[in-house]
């Protein structure tokens, strides 16, 4: 860990003020430290996604990426993990092409540098399934997902972080196709592991607890769906805050469970926050505001009630 990294600040604006004044010291050439500036942009790239600014966020990386490139040169494991940061902003974004692109560029720099059981090229495999998934690419992304859980397992066991994000994506996948048993079973094994390393009240919890909110609403079981649902939206804004992104997507999905149960009112409470935050986060464009803004018309205008 660097030293920047292990910096305790008061608060993100601490943070962010000091991160600036190393990125801008570099800017006027004031200093030729590399490794100080581009672990200052990873922060800053880093908060900026914790407080619902991709935007932000891919300037930063996209500034990590260029240096490590002029420094490093282009066919360098740390620029591939560079791309993968990159690629993942891209896919907050919404802009899946984009993802794919930087994704399956940092794949190939690092399985033509690292051993093929190596934990980069298991986590760029992880991210590109999830990319192919959102592309409707179901076969490639279950090859992309098998692969990284086949060389995560023979590194770390079955116990390990790493290997349940992988698991979760595989009953993601699942439940996309249908088989709605496999994915519960999925879902359940992860969140065992999460719950044993990462504690219960982690935001990883959160989303496989909202991934089996989801399989239970597909099933009828809504009482059990509400649970998860608050479940998640309560780990979410213990870790995130209330107006973060993640928080609006949790708030959605449990509107529309307290919709199909008859609670309307508790519902366009929900849907209007989900809308609010999201479009002062995402911006009015972005396709999870505008699932927000159809959810909350729906409950405005009688005409478009689900």
């Given at each position: 860990?660097?030293?920047?990294?292990?910096?305790n600040?008061?608060?993100?604006a601490?943070?962010?003020?000091?991160?600036?004044?190393?990125?801008?010291s570099?800017d006027?050439n004031?200093?030729?430290?590399?490794?100080?500036?581009?672990?200052a942009l990873?922060?800053l790239?880093?908060?900026a996604?914790?407080?619902?600014?991709?935007?932000?966020?891919?300037?930063?990386?996209q500034?990590?990426l260029?240096?490590?490139?002029?420094?490093?040169?282009?066919?360098?494991?740390t620029?591939?993990?560079?791309?993968?940061?990159?690629?993942?902003v891209?896919?907050?974004?919404?802009?899946?092409?984009?993802?794919?692109?930087?994704?399956?560029?940092?794949?190939?720099?690092?399985?033509?540098?690292?051993?093929?059981?190596?934990?980069?090229?298991?986590?760029?495999?992880?991210?590109?399934?999830?990319?192919?998934?959102?592309?409707?690419?179901t076969?490639t992304s279950?090859?992309?997902?098998?692969?990284?859980?086949?060389?995560?397992?023979?590194?770390?066991?079955?116990?390990?972080?790493?290997?349940?994000?992988?698991v979760?994506?595989l009953?993601?996948?699942?439940?996309?196709?249908?088989?709605?048993?496999?994915?519960?079973?999925?879902?359940?094994?992860?969140?065992?592991?999460?719950?044993?390393?990462?504690?219960?009240?982690?935001p990883r919890?959160?989303?496989?607890?909202?991934?089996?909110?989801g399989i239970?609403?597909?099933?009828?079981?809504?009482?059990?769906?509400?649970?998860?649902?608050?479940?998640?939206?309560?780990?979410?804004e213990?870790?995130?805050?209330?107006?973060?992104?993640?928080?609006?997507?949790?708030?959605?999905?449990?509107?529309?469970?307290?919709?199909?149960?008859?609670?309307?009112?508790?519902?366009?409470?929900?849907?209007?926050?989900?809308?609010?935050?999201?479009?002062?986060?995402?911006?009015?464009?972005?396709?999870?505001?505008?699932?927000?803004?159809t959810n909350?018309?729906?409950?405005?205008?009688?005409?478009h009630?689900?």
């Amino acid at each position: 860990m660097s030293s920047e990294d292990s910096m305790n600040f008061s608060s993100n604006a601490d943070a962010i003020e000091h991160y600036l004044e190393i990125v801008e010291s570099y800017d006027k050439n004031e200093h030729d430290d590399h490794i100080e500036v581009t672990t200052a942009l990873r922060s800053l790239s880093r908060i900026a996604r914790e407080e619902s600014d991709p935007l932000s966020a891919w300037e930063y990386s996209q500034k990590v990426l260029t240096i490590d490139e002029k420094i490093l040169g282009s066919n360098h494991v740390t620029v591939s993990i560079d791309l993968n940061d990159l690629a993942s902003v891209f896919q907050e974004l919404g802009d899946m092409g984009g993802a794919r692109e930087h994704y399956e560029k940092a794949l190939k720099i690092a399985e033509s540098l690292e051993e093929p059981e190596n934990t980069t090229v298991a986590t760029i495999l992880n991210n590109l399934g999830g990319v192919m998934q959102e592309l409707g690419h179901t076969k490639t992304s279950k090859k992309y997902f098998d692969r990284a859980l086949s060389v995560l397992q023979s590194i770390h066991g079955p116990k390990h972080a790493d290997v349940s994000a992988v698991v979760n994506n595989l009953g993601g996948l699942a439940h996309e196709m249908g088989d709605l048993e496999l994915a519960r079973e999925l879902y359940e094994k992860a969140l065992t592991v999460d719950e044993e390393i990462l504690g219960p009240d982690h935001p990883r919890v959160a989303a496989v607890t909202n991934n089996l909110g989801g399989i239970m609403r597909d099933i009828g079981e809504m009482e059990q769906a509400k649970h998860y649902y608050e479940r998640a939206l309560k780990i979410d804004e213990s870790a995130y805050g209330p107006d973060n992104a993640m928080v609006a997507i949790r708030a959605n999905n449990l509107g529309g469970i307290l919709q199909y149960m008859g609670d309307l009112e508790g519902a366009r409470k929900l849907y209007d926050r989900s809308y609010q935050i999201l479009r002062n986060t995402r911006g009015e464009t972005h396709p999870a505001t505008q699932l927000a803004w159809t959810n909350l018309d729906s409950l405005v205008d009688p005409e478009h009630q689900i």
